[in-house]
């Protein structure tokens, strides 16, 4: 009797979550844990830019075009770290992206005459919403995926735990760069274990993975660290002449003269004075000794390897900003209206970084998180970077003020808040009544008369 009882609900649970499957609103599975936990085979990091030579070079990038992109990425690591100006124009790119606000969209409110359910898709923002505000690293994880700006990809980790509610995200990991492998068609793989060194296929559900789309078809190729590997090379060997340079010809020559009636051990004090004069800059001679000082660099001289050094910078510029006034400021020779156009990174530039990550963030997470708790009925939300303040805002005002009395336009109240850097008021909160002219303005105080609102007292 038992057992055909329970073969009876085992036949009835299973025929409901056919009809779920069926329907298309049984949700996903993914797969539990971490699978990318950091070891200690992590640390274990080769540096290629130490001694880095033309045939090195080629070496990493030729080993990345097969496959393994370990080595490019533990190079784009170093290049970033050694070279200041490289990290300065890379961060800056990257901050024109990361150092705006975020917000998740509804679905309903991005395209108002969807087909789709607006009542599910505002549920399924509000769920998106509560899961993201609960994870501690999402900025972090956020900061990692826009290093794909310079090495074309980058992958993070979705953490999953099962409950009663089914399955939750608990937090979001980046993905080591040295993890990453590309198979032979150009996938991506990713190294789980360490007896799988060539890694294996994403799971479904479990990976953001970011990519630029500079070069399509290889994720080891197209990223701006790769464009700039060249500039980074030459720009270092000229340093290093550079610095040859200075230690034998850059400092003044010392020269003394003796008089052939000098000893030898008159001779050898004379050199220790000579040699004490370059690093206390003091010495003392005899009246009879003859002391030069004869500089080796004439005024006016142009340096090549000063020259060498500001033309890779401005080439790095050029790769990552799409302009030099803003990083060549001591040389450059354009007036300050020209400055002024090129004071942030171009918004061409920044306007498709925010596009892709997007699109990213909504594929890979908003979109997985929907689906997990709605299945496919839901539309997911979308992922949206607030607008940056305007410098002038008493100009953006009269503008928004003309776009909407005087041109009709349907602005967001939400938007132009935002931009202003107004919050919004909450339900009961004094409000300041303002001052507005005209008919409208007359209308409108009388219909704010009766709310009760406070002052600014």
Known sequence: MGGSVRGYVERFVGAVRGRRRASGHAPPRPHRGWLTRPREWDQWTARPADGLTPQRLASVLRAAEEGDLAEQMALFEQMEEKDPHLHSVASTRRLAVTGLGWRIVSAGEVDPEGTFDRGLADEAADYCRAVVARLERFDETLSHLALAIGRNVAVAELIWEFGRDGAQLAAIEPVPFGRLRVGRLGELRIVMRPEASEGEPPRPWKFVIHRVNAASGHAGRGGLLRASALAYLGKQFAIKDWLVFAEVFGMPLRIARYEPSATAEEKRELLEMLTRLGSDAAGVFSKAVELEIRQTRVPGDVNPYESMCHFFNRELS???LGQTLTTDTARALANLGA???????????????????????????????????FGE??????????????????????TLAIAVNELGARVPADWAQTVLGIPRARIGEATLPGVRTGEEGDRTAERAAPSGGGGAG
Request: charged content about 45%; overall charge positive.
């Open 339 to 373: 400055a002024e156009v090129h004071d942030q990174v171009r918004r061409d530039l920044r306007d498709d970084d925010l596009r892709q990550e997007a699109r990213t963030i909504r594929r890979d997470l908003l979109g997985v998180l929907t689906r997990v708790r």
């Open 318 to 320: 050029k790769a990552w």
């Open 377 to 398: 009925r839901a539309e997911a939300p979308y992922f949206r970077r607030l607008p940056e303040r305007p410098r002038d805002l008493a100009a953006f005002a009269r």
